[in-house]
């Protein structure tokens, strides 16, 4: 095991010497002793927040990582970062996605560690810290803060999010009381956390364990749970080990590692916005993620979890289920089996050993799915010509091919304005057009589950196909078209979308066509004024504009991607 600890990284005064003589100074300031300061440095990432419910358990988590890193040999120093709570940050948390993962990946490299662990697991954070751990190529482990149990509201099991849509459209057609309301909401959230259910959060854990980068079996371990401590102290433990192993970042994330996600997020009927920040993983390693590809392993991935939003159970029950490894057990037909984890063991290596029970009431067999193709589908034409995203496993089937008449919003201001007037001309047949609310306009918020206009819900309807260039949280659920690529804002054909357009839904044929004449297109492309990108003249508002790219590239800045991607 190569020990440097503390002399990496030296601060420049112009002599090495000094400066790490002036580093243990200070060091021991902090009560070390020599033989401690004489250790491997293991560094933990942490992401707390008085912002961050989700991540409330940290400081545990902190601690019985330093156990695991001190029985092991090594010194564990942890280092806050950048905390993304989803619900506490303005305008979206993925426009500060990026700058969270420049934190990470820049404390990581200035830092004295050998290697790191990151705490993390709220939506945009986990994703953020492993953009910034691949890129600062230090060998690191990924310990997620895991999901929240479920409460109880008469008589019913209830978690985040999922419910709390559902309730909420309740309320918004008049079928539950503002009193009735005010009560769920002291019910749906009721441990810490990340949601309950198969969201963004706990797709990205499944992703993680999947890809290598956390120890097996860890994913959906509940945050309450005693085994999310010892799973902790387990994570130090291999940090320590990873030093000097030569298991390095894109020896774990390969091409076949990155397919194994993708089986796995679309076995889960997990969160669209899975494929964004996955993109934008490989991204930092030079593997590039084609929707193509993803359609070809969607209609060869049947869903085989029963998890809301696409099913009926919650986390704790993948957790009692088996976890992670059920599901790739049942996967390992199609799946790259050579891909290797953090352990060092290969996928089927895991495999052939025993992985304890799997219930097959929340994991089905491969041959006895919920779904027999993927949750999600990329869709082209006119209106995509780089792409959109349909959750198919969370969506209507029933409306998967038709034709409908748009009901245009400009802007999220023009949503929030006019879906409820009752003068709002729009059917249940129409498709509802949000424009401007990509990653240029607006940084892309979970704007793309529309609601239903309030006339509709109160006549009842449920769901009608909502097309944007936005993104939907993943524990929302409907007809939702998202993603769409290029945006409004940086010229895409959404934004040349009027009221009455028709507009030709195609799921069979992966089609999503705007039934406009090309000339009349190119009359309203040459009369639009300049995009609707944010205008910011400085800051990181500015760096963001400038820099982001589109959904199909993972939404990540262009001068931060790796080489071949």
Known sequence: MTKKGLANNLTNYGDPDFSLY?????ARSMGYSTEMLARPVVGIATAASGFNNCHRTTPDLVEAVKRGVIAAGGLPLDFPTISLGE??????????????????EEMIRAQPMDSVVLVGGCDKTLPAQLMGAVSAALPFVYLAVGPMMTGRYQGE??????????????????????SEIDTVEGTLAVTA?????????????????????????TAAIPAVHADRLRAAEASG??????????????????????????????????????????TAIAGRLGIEISLARLNELSDTTPVLVDLKPTGENYMEDLFAAGGVGAILRQLSPVLDL???????????????????????????????????????VALYGNLAPRGAILKRAAADPELFEGEGRAVVFSSLDDLNE?????????TPD????????????????????????????????????????ARMSGTAFGTIVLHVTPEAADGGALGLVENGDRIRLSVAERRLELVVEDAELARRRGAKSDDAAMVHKRGYGKLFVDHVLQADQGCDFDFLRGVGA
């Not at 303005?90 to 420049?102: A, E, G, I, V």
């Not at 949601?195 to 854990?205: D, E, K």
């Open 22 to 26: 002036l580093r243990r100074s200070f």
């Open 87 to 104: 619900v506490f940050l303005n305008p979206t948390s993925m426009m500060f996605r990026n700058l969270m993962s420049m934190d990470v």
């Open 157 to 178: 099991r209830m978690g985040a999010c999922t419910d709390c849509r559902r309730f909420w459209g309740q309320y918004r057609s008049g079928a539950i009381s503002k």
């Open 193 to 217: 956390g990340t949601c309950a259910v198969m969201g963004t959060a706990s797709t990205m854990s499944c992703i993680a364990e999947t890809l290598g980068v956390s120890l097996p079996g």
């Open 237 to 278: 433990r291999r940090a320590v080990e990873l030093i000097g192993a030569g298991l390095t970042v894109d020896k774990i994330i390969t091409p076949g590692a990155v397919e194994n996600a993708l089986r796995v997020l679309l076995a889960v009927g997990g969160s669209t916005n899975a494929i964004v920040h996955l």
């Open 338 to 376: 050579e891909a290797r984890s953090v352990t060092g063991e290969t996928l089927g290596e895991r495999l052939a050993a025993d992985l304890g029970y799997a219930d097959p009431a929340i994991v089905r067999p491969f041959a006895e799915p919920y779904q027999p193709v993927g949750g999600l």
């Open 418 to 426: 006019r879906i409820d007037r009752d003068d709002l001309d729009v």
């Open 430 to 469: 129409d498709y509802l057009v949000l424009q401007n609310a990509g990653p240029k306009a607006i940084g892309m918020p979970e704007a793309g589950y529309l609601p239903i206009p309030g006339k509709l819900a109160r006549a009842g309807v449920k769901d009608m196909v909502r097309i944007s260039d």
